[in-house]
């Protein structure tokens, strides 16, 4: 950080607190002790899904999630389960530092979570997301199963 007095680019962090959404740093220049004040802020770029139809939305975590609960209905799978898989998922994807995702990637992510959960919901799910149309498709992904 450049010291606003004499322009040395090092300085020392004496105080560092949280306030209103972003970080107060008080600051001392190594070169003429002149003590200033800097704040930060969390840079927060969206993560947005590009859809089958090349539509772009925002990422929704509370949508992914009550598309997981549709899978899992009357199957022995808790909401913590849902939740944690929807965590874990926003999290892999913002870790990727990507700005776009396609939500085939997404699906693919549940695919895998759900695989390792419970497998009738593994089916359900990708019944929709992969859009079976005949019966043939299902019994070519459960043989893949076993």
Request: charged letters at 35%.
């Amino acid at each position: 950080m450049r010291c606003p007095e004499c322009g040395f680019e090092d300085s020392k962090v004496i105080d560092s607190r949280p306030t209103d959404g972003r970080i107060r740093r008080r600051r001392e220049c190594l070169s003429c002790k002149c003590r200033f004040t800097t704040y930060e802020i969390v840079e927060n770029i969206p993560l947005m899904v590009v859809k089958k139809d090349h539509s772009i939305e925002p990422f929704d975590s509370m949508k992914l999630a009550e598309r997981i609960r549709r899978a899992t209905i009357k199957r022995p799978v808790s909401f913590e389960t849902i939740e944690t898989m929807v965590e874990e998922i926003e999290a892999e994807l913002k870790n990727n530092l990507q700005k776009e995702v396609s939500s085939a990637q997404i699906g693919d992510m549940v695919l895998e979570k759900l695989k390792n959960t419970d497998v009738v919901a593994y089916i359900r799910f990708a019944s929709v997301y992969k859009e079976f149309t005949d019966a043939q498709s299902f019994i070519s992904m459960i043989s893949e199963l076993e």
